[in-house]
Structure formats: C-alpha cells, structure tokens
C-alpha cells in the first residue's frame, strides 16, 4: 500500500487537517486517488477542480501518480461555488426531522 496525507484545500478554515489514505500499489492511477480520497472526505468527484501535490505540482495523470512517495501531502482543489456548499449549514427545512406542516401549525 501507498499511504497518502489528504485534505480540501481551504484557506479560510483556521484547523484542516490532513487524513491518511491508503492506495494499492497495483492500481496507482489518478481515476483511483480521486476515488479514494473524495470517498474518505466525502467530496463529489465532479466536484474537485484539481489534485495539488504540495507545496505547488498539480497532478495530471496516471505517471504523475506512480511517482509519489508515502506521505506526501495532496489537496483537493474545489471549484469556487462547492467550497461554500460543501461547508454551509443546512436550512432548517434541510435538516432530518423538520416537519414542515407541524412549523405551520397555530395554537
């Protein structure tokens, strides 16, 4: 296995941690580090603009993937528009549980 430092790139966040995540050397492709690290983050893959290697090498492909090392560090680069949606709270009609007949109700 290849294990890999992940994180969304977020400079507005003052904690983003990385996570660690594991790929099989057999199957470093770039199709699968997307996979895995919008699994673990729970990211959209259409979502993700670019894969940063830091401090500043965009991966581009398959041969890009191969040549990385355990714990390197990456960032999802998110497209403008899903950083707000990926970390906005729900409205309260969003939420589980929100009765939207029940809020109507006048006693």
Excluded: W
Aim: proline letters at 4%.
């Amino acid at each position: 296995e290849l294990v890999l430092k992940v994180r969304i790139q977020n400079p507005n966040l003052r904690e983003n941690d990385f996570i660690e995540i594991e790929l099989d050397r057999q199957e470093l492709t770039y199709k699968e580090l997307l996979r895995v690290s919008c699994c673990e983050l729970g990211v959209n893959p259409e979502h993700v603009q670019k894969i940063r290697k830091l401090p500043n090498t965009m991966l581009r492909k398959d041969k890009d993937v191969a040549r990385l090392q355990d714990f390197q560090e990456l960032e999802l680069v998110l497209t403008v528009s899903d950083t707000n949606l990926l970390f906005r709270v729900p409205a309260l009609s969003e939420r589980s549980g929100y009765n939207k007949k029940a809020s109507e109700l006048t006693y």
